[in-house]
């Protein structure tokens, strides 16, 4: 199906061919492709009309002449060629347009969708369809504002928005999935879970794609053949569209096929990661006993749902879990206790010795624990919780801020965290000071953090502490 930048290449091939040819005589062979007007009323009104240009909006294309204008849309299968005017008709030409100088141009369609209506001459957009459209993608007025102000109640995935005209013109299946690659957001994301930053990216993206598509000439897949043997190069550059299966050109994750709103749509799913709804997430986290399990009770007594991705990541490493049998392979049987589960003690002490064990481990298990904190953070928002908890010990290291609205780190002077984790699992003193030294160092960790709750004192203290950052959260 021909898109924007395919029209603008027939529009640049047919324009220097066509201006200054006058039409001699038209033979509609399919009454339903014309609009408005009778066939012999169309070809009358159009006989001794002179081609002055040729114009186009979105996916219209516009032949302005002496004092009308054709607009034709080719919808799913059009095109146009031009041939001598003597050359017998050839299968699917439906519209010939005779010159006076013994050429002709041909419409052909083998769908019969495309639509042919007469408007006077500038009044081209004031054409119904064409009128109800919205900015075109190189346009100043299509912007990142513009779309979050469109955007801002739409309850439908990103996908199928941009794929609606009357949001954006032109921007067809092709290029919407190449620019929400390029702008890293999931096409199912609703559009009014959309930050302005996201619709800012998308925005640039957008241009950048079709821009770079009208240079090229558009794209040639299947049935898009430009007039005349142009063909476009652009499919050179598609990144996501048609590349099911090969690996993705930004993380080499394997590009996937799904379906949005009935149309076929390609995204990379490490790329393109699917957001959770509106509600406010709050990342918390902390250095190891610094407090957190304290904070996630005082977060569960005010009302609101908690979830410890510790607690997740023991859960999906259980025998029979996701996790479990890539952490064997990972670290063999030696961290299996005797019913065949994962020793977390044994297992610790190896990752918290070896940074590249470390690092292992976290690739394996980081994944996994994303999309289950990131499946219930939207659950609970599906059940209308205001504000969740997303307790993440590696709350920056693993990326996942990214997910939240705000973030809480717990402090915690490092002699009393020290003290702490020595009593809480019967450490000695250096082996507790290398696991907190193998984590992001606290000061840094408060430093990221949007909010800091202090725990250095006693409980009342940080009770008091929970309720100043509790209320700064809600307002
Ligand atoms: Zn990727």
Redo the contacts with the bound molecule.
């Keep these: 199906m021909p898109e924007l930048p395919e029209v603008e290449t027939i529009r640049r091939t047919l324009e220097p061919r066509l201006v200054g040819k006058t039409i001699a005589q038209v033979d509609v062979h399919c009454e339903r492709i014309i609009h408005g007007l009778e066939p012999a009323a169309f070809s009358a009104r159009l006989k001794g009309q002179t081609v002055a240009s040729l114009g186009r909006f979105g996916k219209y294309l516009f032949f302005v002449l002496d004092d009308i204008s054709l607009v034709s849309h080719l919808r799913m299968e059009g095109k146009y060629f031009l041939k001598p005017a003597v050359d017998p008709l050839a299968k699917h030409e439906h519209v010939v347009f005779r010159f006076t100088d013994g050429s002709s141009l041909r419409y052909h369609d083998t769908r019969k969708f495309g639509t042919m209506e007469l408007v006077p001459k500038g009044k081209e957009l004031r054409l119904k369809a064409i009128d109800a459209m919205g900015p075109e993608p190189a346009s100043a007025a299509f912007s990142g504002a513009y779309l979050a102000r469109r955007g801002n109640t739409a309850a439908r995935p990103v996908k199928a928005f941009l794929l609606d005209q009357t949001v954006v013109a032109g921007l067809g299946n092709i290029y919407v999935d190449e620019t929400l690659f390029r702008a890293l957001v999931h096409p199912m994301t609703l559009a009014k879970h959309l930050l302005r930053s996201e619709w800012d990216r998308i925005a640039v993206a957008a241009k950048q794609v079709i821009e770079r598509a009208v240079s090229d000439g558009g794209t040639t897949i299947r049935s898009y053949v430009s007039s005349l043997g142009v063909s476009g190069m652009f499919q050179t550059e598609l990144r996501v569209h048609m590349q099911k299966d090969k690996p993705?050109?930004?993380?080499?994750?394997t590009i996937v096929k799904t379906v949005v709103g009935g149309r076929g749509t390609y995204l990379?799913p490490?790329?393109?990661i699917q957001k959770p709804g509106k509600g406010l997430v709050v990342g918390l986290t902390g250095g190891i006993a610094s407090g957190k399990s304290a904070v996630q009770r005082l977060f569960r007594k005010a009302g609101y749902p908690v979830l410890d991705a510790d607690a997740v990541y023991k859960d999906l490493s259980k025998s029979g879990k996701v996790l479990y049998n890539d952490i064997v392979a990972a670290f063999g049987s030696g961290i299996q206790d005797a019913f065949g589960e994962i020793d977390r003690a044994v297992l610790a002490k190896i990752v918290f010795r070896d940074a590249a064990a470390r690092e292992r481990l976290n690739a394996i298990a980081h994944p996994a624990v994303r999309a289950a904190m990131l499946a219930w953070i939207e659950d609970q928002k599906r059940q209308g919780a205001e504000l969740v908890v997303a307790s993440v010990p590696l709350l920056f290291e693993a990326g996942f801020e990214t997910f939240c609205d705000a973030t809480v780190a717990i402090w915690c002077p490092p002699r009393i965290q020290l003290q702490r984790l020595m009593k809480r699992n019967g450490i000695t003193r250096e082996e507790a000071l290398r696991r907190i030294g193998a984590q992001m160092p606290l000061k840094e960790k408060c430093r990221k953090a949007t909010h800091q709750i202090d725990n250095a004192g006693t409980r009342r203290k940080l009770h008091e502490e929970f309720v100043t950052v509790l209320a700064i959260l809600r307002s």
């Design positions: 993705c050109m930004m993380c080499g994750a990379c490490h790329c393109q």
